[in-house]
């Protein structure tokens, strides 16, 4: 079992930053990808940023520039830094994982509880 704990929503005026973690526990042999995902109301969950083991990174055309996200692999957290917010960036925001639950092979996926993120005009 992996779980992962985000922190760090909430209300921020636009033109505001706000930081997110997200903290992986659990029994797993790996983490690979780490990301963040976002959900508007009426909308469908899309990519804002990913970054893979490596410390390679994606981000959504919509937030580049803007956002940053970063990792610490000694604590298995991953980290959504957002700077110049603007309303349309509301959503609820969740963390994924994937990686190895074993050395064997097994994958698996998790995603985190999704913190809300208000961005007020």
């Known amino acids: 079992q992996v779980q992962l704990v985000e922190s760090g929503g909430g209300l921020v005026q636009a033109g505001g930053p706000l930081k997110l973690s997200c903290a992986a526990s659990?029994?797993?042999?790996?983490?690979?990808?780490m990301g963040w995902y976002r959900q508007a109301p009426g909308k469908q969950r899309e990519l804002v940023a990913s970054?893979?083991?490596?410390?390679?990174?994606n981000y959504a055309d919509a937030v580049k520039g803007r956002f940053t996200i970063s990792r610490d692999n000694s604590k298995n957290t991953v980290y959504l830094q957002m700077n110049s917010l603007k309303s349309e960036d509301t959503a609820v925001y969740y963390c994924?994982?994937?990686?190895?639950?074993?050395?064997?092979?097994?994958?698996?996926?998790?995603w985190g509880q999704g913190p809300q993120v208000t961005v007020s005009s």
């Open positions: 994924k994982a994937d990686g190895l639950l074993t050395s064997r092979g097994m994958r698996y996926n998790y």
């Open positions: 659990g029994r797993f042999f790996s983490i690979d990808n």
């Open positions: 970054i893979t083991g490596g410390g390679s990174t």
